[in-house]
C-alpha cells in the first residue's frame, strides 16, 4: 500500500492531508510531514469512522473519510 494525497474543500479553502494506508481500515493522516492522527474506516458502514488523537473537527474528518474512501474506489453501501 503506497502513501496518496487527497484534497478537501475546508470552507472556501482546499486543504491537502496525505494518507498513509496501515492496513485493515487504517490510515494515518499527516499535514506538511507531520502526523495528525490516524483513522479507521469501517468496511461495512461506509458511513462509520473512528478517529484516534486527530485535532480535527467532525466535518473536516467525514470529508477525509470520504476522500479516501472515492481512492480506495469502495461503492457505497445501500
Not at 469501517?42 to 481512492?71: F, T, W, Y
Request: with cysteine; hydrophobic share 35%.
Amino acid at each position: 500500500m503506497r502513501q496518496f494525497r487527497i484534497e478537501i474543500a475546508d470552507g472556501d479553502q482546499g486543504r491537502f492531508f496525505d494518507i498513509n494506508p496501515l492496513g485493515s481500515g487504517r490510515y494515518e493522516i499527516f499535514v506538511d510531514g507531520e502526523t495528525i492522527g490516524k483513522i479507521q474506516l469501517d468496511e461495512k458502514d461506509h458511513a462509520h469512522c473512528e478517529s484516534q488523537g486527530c485535532e480535527l473537527d467532525l466535518p473536516v474528518m467525514n470529508l477525509i473519510r470520504e476522500g479516501i474512501q472515492a481512492h480506495e474506489q469502495w461503492s457505497p453501501k445501500i
